[in-house]
DNA sequence: GATGAATGAGTGTTCATTCAT
DNA sequence: CATGAATGAACACTCATTCAT
């Protein structure tokens, strides 16, 4: 233990605050700023929203953001990367085999379950992803989550002897998309489930 | 009308203009910015283009663009509005009669030939459409344009006997939206015919 | 002549100011905004003096100022550019031959009374030039003036058969240098004119 | 004071410390705060360095730095200052007498020798008097204790029988802020030993 | 109809300073 | 004595919009 180390653990004992309740400070403040950011994007666009809209929401100043994030690209960065995980969590562990069609079926309900259960964080999601400003920023993370889940699915469909794998599989995904995307715009009246089962049936 | 034709009306200038000289130099005014706007929404975004950035596309003052739109804002949608025809037009007409198998065949080929052919078009337009600031200004167009492709494929599938059929018709638009948004996204290597193939095959 | 440019003529004709109207416009408002920015600059420093100061003095709205300016930096280095040039008209013409002594006197007697009859403005330009951020924006502008003018010197003391004729030009830049300064902080007590002299007498 | 001394005392926290072991541990932080001040003040300038960065390097919290100074500007002040102290101790003592040539020009000597050595020092030093804001707070410091060197100096030159010894003694000063000034500007190429050699034959 | 100088409210960001702990 | 989260006023800069000409 070096001199230097001894006279900051001995400061530490002068601070009113312990690092903990620091931390904890920190991580709910961090909770709350992207809670905002996150459903402001999501309601307007990240161009539109500011800043001092963020604040104001979080109930915070202006200034504050920049103690918890370097700048607004980073606050953005962290509220999409965030939502990445969850995505990321729900894929399948194959340890190399390709998903036998109870996999795939199952995969499928708990994403529309997720869908459905975390709507609101969703839509903000989706919207968010949606903007190109912000798919520059996150392209790289999106290839990287979205490439194993198509690959995933082409290997599904070559199990089972279809003629164009790979075609298939982005086909899939592109109908995917092309469901959340309606669910969010119209939740009320797109019958999802329906819609769901039509999917299992002919494409699975 | 050519650019000859606009310097002829110019340079009559001395002698009164008649009424429909004027209206043409307004239509064409009227027309460059408006073309240019499209090309600039699309490439960077709403909010990064800038007014005096269209002007100077279009090769005129800041100031003119109010003489032909209030503000920003109806340029916006006077652009939208007018790629909505394009969409509408390509509607085939049926009198009442539910499409043929044939027909909505057809209809999904003219779709997705336009979709390739005027990929600059509907990428610049598909990327605007997608900003949530712009939908709330035309979410009401686009719902009075779409219902009716809607209920179209309802009835087609209502013809065919289909048990659900206002589900599979939601979930057709529904693809064909996954379809295109993907295809925009990776022009490259998304394997767009080979999944109308499939898409018409299994769902058709 | 091109259609384009037939349009553009043509509608010249409409437009109310003719483009030297303009441009006298532009000339004037420059040299205001320039005008202002070289006081304020001097006054405080580059970094307290704010854009909105400068826009205050000039009498017009900040954003105005970026109509004329990139940036703060442009501001900045256009100010000194144009103080430099007052500068290089001093430097006398030799065509390569030494100079005078004459010559040499009848330069220090310029120098000074530029320094006394322009003291406002050479007050305000010394103290721009002697904040570290403005030698980094400028710096080699001023080696570019500031060589020629040692090298003169160097010059004239080896046609005087001194020793060390770059030791003495480099001291007598660094003495003119001490003078300005010193004449600048305190021109009510400073005596110019007697140091002038002594300088000739033991250094020239 | 070293950093084990201090830990002693911080270590007999336990025990209530003396009056006299406070005081050590305040003007230690002081003098590292200064010194952290005077580095980043001279590498960067004052206002683009914050309370933070002085903070960070001083190895201590931002609050902290309140706790000794009252603001910004007290915390320049004090280092200024403290630079003054290191002038004032080589002006030589004379007890109303005037200086002989021999210490004049070891004072010279001196003031040249302090310039090489503690380059690093000055240099800093030099950069931030030299900025208006920092005149204005310490303009009367300066005087306090720039004018008895010019007294001296005066004294030295009318014991020397010149004619006009003030005159002579401004000069000298002037002639040794514009070579300190080059030096700063351009160490490596600035041939100060030669120049003070010409200096004090020219001159003294 | 057409121009572009001009405005002012807005943006993201920084930072000296305060204060509960 | 010491911390760092928090504030708020300031900054450089942008841009939709207006308006005299």
């Known amino acids: 233990m070096t001199d230097r180390s001894i006279i900051k653990s001995l400061q530490q004992k002068m601070s009113p605050r312990t690092e903990q309740q620091y931390n904890e400070i920190r991580e709910h403040r961090k909770a709350t700023i992207m809670q905002a950011g996150l459903e402001l994007f999501a309601q307007y666009?990240?161009?539109t929203t500011s800043i001092s809209m963020i604040a104001k929401r979080a109930g915070i100043s202006k200034g504050l953001i920049y103690n918890y994030f370097d700048n607004k690209e980073a606050l953005i960065v962290a509220i999409v990367t965030e939502g990445f995980?969850?995505?990321?969590r729900m894929i399948p562990e194959t340890h190399g085999q390709p998903?036998?069609?109870?996999?795939?079926?199952h995969?499928?309900?708990?994403?529309?379950?997720?869908l459905t259960t975390d709507f609101q964080y969703w839509k903000l999601y989706f919207s968010i992803v949606m903007q190109p400003a912000v798919m520059k920023l996150i392209e790289d993370q999106l290839m990287a989550i979205m490439m194993p889940v198509v690959m995933l699915m082409a290997d599904y469909y070559e199990s089972q002897g279809v003629a164009n794998p790979m075609a298939h599989a982005?086909?899939?995904?592109a109908i995917l998309d092309g469901?959340?995307?309606n669910y969010m715009l119209d939740p009320e009246n797109f019958p999802l489930t329906d819609i769901k089962n039509i999917l299992i049936q002919k494409f699975i």
Do not use: A, C, P
């Open 170 to 173: 982005r086909m899939l995904g």
């Open 85 to 88: 995980e969850e995505f990321t």
């Open 45 to 47: 666009s990240i161009e």
């Open 179 to 181: 469901i959340s995307l």
């Open 99 to 105: 998903l036998s069609k109870e996999q795939l079926i």
């Open 107 to 114: 995969y499928l309900n708990t994403t529309f379950d997720v």
